[in-house]
């Protein structure tokens, strides 16, 4: 851990410079509210200048992957560290206007791009349209602002292992989160 400037950290520690990171981060309205997660379950890591972070699930989940550092450069340099460790991940997206979501694939984005690359994650699942599920969870002022920002949100769900079919696509975000957590 030291070769990459990480130390794990307990539960408040970690939650407490996320929260933090959040605040200042260009993107950080939208990611969901440190609270969301049961830290204290996870393994967490810091970056010794508590700016960057992430935190790994007992089952293998990447959750709460963070930098507010400048520039770019976090997850190339903790890819190794995570893909000794992680199984799955999801994502949000958003859906730019006009491309139909049911019939075409979307191109997710630099950061689905990026687990590619990085950590060599595979697309397995996306949801179509989480604007209902989110309001649900972080109101509908949250949702208007997203839709108006970047588009209509969905979820990306990715794995380590690559599956013989194409990525399966879920009306329901519960469904498909099950379906990647049965692989």
Known sequence: MREFGLRRVDAATFQK?????RAVMRRGAF???????????QENYLAEDGRAGFSITADGWLVSL???????GFLKQVAPFLRERVEKLVCICALAEG?????????????????QKELGFHVV???????AVMGQYYGEEFIARFVQDFGTPYHVFMTKIQVPEPARIFTDYFEAEAYVQAL
């Open 66 to 72: 963070f930098s507010a550092r400048p520039g770019r």
């Open 17 to 21: 410079a996320f929260a933090e990171s």
């Open 31 to 41: 990611l969901a509210p440190p609270e969301d997660n049961a830290y204290e379950e």
């Open 125 to 131: 699942a996306r949801t179509l349209d989480d604007r």
């Open 99 to 115: 491309v139909a979501s049911d019939t075409e694939e979307p191109a997710h984005g630099p950061l689905v791009e990026a687990y």
